[in-house]
C-alpha cells in the first residue's frame, strides 16, 4: 500500500528504510534456522494438497515467512486457475 | 577480581580491534589496571593499534602450550602503565588454542586485573568459540549496514547458545548526515531488529585512520568525535550514567536542500 502510494506520487523510497525492511525479511529466515531446500519441500507438499482441489498456477505461487507483530507466520500466495469438481479428476 | 569482556563482531572489518584498542587504553587513562588479549591468531593487529609491534618476545600460544608464564608474555604499554597486551602468535592459527586454554588462563589473570578484553576473531568458528568462553560480557560491534547487522544478529544467538546472556552493543561508523538524510539504518532502526543493550554510538571518523596510522588509539584526541564516544563508552562499562553524545547537525545548506527534498 505505502510503496503505490510513494509509486502514485513518484517518491522513491529512501535506501535506509529499504535495509531495514530487506533486514527484517532475512533475518526471519536466519532466526527460524528455515533451510531453502526445507521451504521448497514445503511448497511442493502444499502443491500437491491443494492439487487434489483445485488447478493452481505454480509459477506465480509464492511461500515466504513473515514477521507478523510478535511472531512469524507462513504467507502463501497462491493463484487459482479453475475450481476441480470432480476430486477424482486428479492423478 | 576482574570483569572479562569479549570484543566480537562475526564480520569482519567493523571495528573488533579498533574498539578494544580504544577500550584497553580510555579503561587506563581512568587508572584502571587493563589487560588485552589478542585471539585473532595469524592476523594479529591489536599490537599495530597500540605502536607495541616492536616490543613482542612471546606470544599467547607460548603462555596456553607452557613455556613461558604469562606475565613474561604480557607487554606494558609505553604510556600508559597499567595497560598490558598479550599478543597472539602471527603463525600459528585459531586452532593453536582451545576455550579450556583460554578459560584457564584468565582465572589465573583475573586476580591481577580490573578489567580484561578479549580480542574476536572474525567469524563463527572455533576462534569465536574459544575468545568467548571466558568472558562475563559480550561487546558485540556492528556498523550501520545491512551484512553487519545481519552477522551481529548471527553472533547473538551464537553467544545465547553459549549460555552468554549478558550482551551489549556498539554501533560503529555512524555517518550522521547519511542517518538524517535517510540513506542509513538509524539506531532506532537497530535497537529494533536486534533488540541488545546498546552502550555506543561511534561515528565514522577519519581521525580513525590517522591515529591507527601512528599506533595511538584515537581516545587520547580530544577534537576526535569518535574519541569522545568511546570515553563515553568507558565510563558506561565504569557504571556511569553517560547520555548519548549528539552527532553534529549539517550545514545549513544541506537541510535546506533537504527541506525541499533536493
Excluded: W
Amino acid at each position: 500500500m505505502l510503496d503505490a502510494l510513494m509509486k502514485i506520487f513518484g517518491k522513491k523510497e529512501k535506501s535506509g528504510a529499504i535495509a531495514k525492511q530487506r533486514l527484517q525479511v532475512v533475518l526471519i529466515h536466519d532466526r527460524a534456522n528455515v533451510s531453502p531446500e526445507v521451504m521448497e519441500n514445503l511448497k511442493n507438499d502444499i502443491i500437491k494438497v491443494i492439487s487434489n482441489y483445485m488447478e493452481i498456477n505454480q509459477h506465480d505461487m509464492e511461500i515466504s515467512l513473515a514477521n507478523d507483530d510478535d511472531s512469524v507466520a507462513l504467507v502463501a500466495n497462491i493463484p487459482v486457475s479453475r475450481m476441480k469438481h470432480d476430486k477424482g479428476e486428479h492423478a | 577480581m576482574s570483569k572479562i569482556f569479549v570484543i566480537t563482531s562475526g564480520k569482519g572489518g567493523v571495528g573488533k580491534t579498533t574498539t578494544t584498542a580504544n577500550l584497553g587504553v580510555g579503561l587506563a587513562m581512568r587508572g584502571q589496571k587493563v589487560a588485552l588479549i589478542d585471539t585473532d591468531t595469524g592476523l594479529r593487529n591489536l599490537d599495530l593499534l597500540l605502536g607495541l609491534e616492536n616490543r613482542i618476545m612471546y606470544d599467547l600460544i607460548d603462555v596456553t602450550e607452557g613455556r613461558v608464564p604469562y606475565k613474561k608474555a604480557l607487554v606494558r604499554h609505553k604510556k600508559y602503565e597499567t595497560l598490558f597486551l598479550l599478543p597472539t602468535s602471527q603463525v600459528k592459527d585459531k586452532m593453536a588454542v582451545n576455550p579450556e586454554q583460554l578459560v584457564k588462563l584468565c582465572d589465573e589473570m583475573r586476580k591481577e586485573f580490573d578489567y580484561i578484553l578479549i580480542d574476536c576473531p572474525a567469524g563463527i568458528e572455533q576462534g569465536f568459540k574459544t575468545a568467548i568462553a571466558a568472558a562475563d560480557v559480550a561487546i558485540v560491534v556492528t556498523m550501520p549496514e545491512i551484512s553487519a547487522v545481519r552477522d551481529a544478529d548471527k553472533i547473538i544467538g551464537e553467544l545465547g547458545r553459549a549460555d552468554k546472556d549478558t550482551i551489549k552493543l556498539i554501533v560503529n561508523r555512524i555517518r550522521p548526515q547519511m542517518v538524517e538524510a535517510g540513506d542509513m539504518l538509524a539506531m532506532d532502526d537497530i535497537n529494533d531488529i536486534l533488540s541488545i543493550d546498546c552502550i555506543g554510538q561511534v561515528p565514522d571518523d577519519v581521525k580513525v585512520v590517522t591515529s591507527t596510522n601512528r599506533g595511538e588509539p584515537c581516545i587520547t584526541m580530544k577534537d576526535s568525535q569518535a574519541g569522545q564516544a568511546y570515553r563515553n563508552i568507558v565510563g558506561r562499562i565504569m557504571g556511569e550514567n553517560v547520555p548519548f553524545m549528539k552527532f553534529e547537525k549539517e550545514g545549513f545548506l544541506a537541510r535546506l536542500k533537504h527541506v525541499f527534498g533536493m
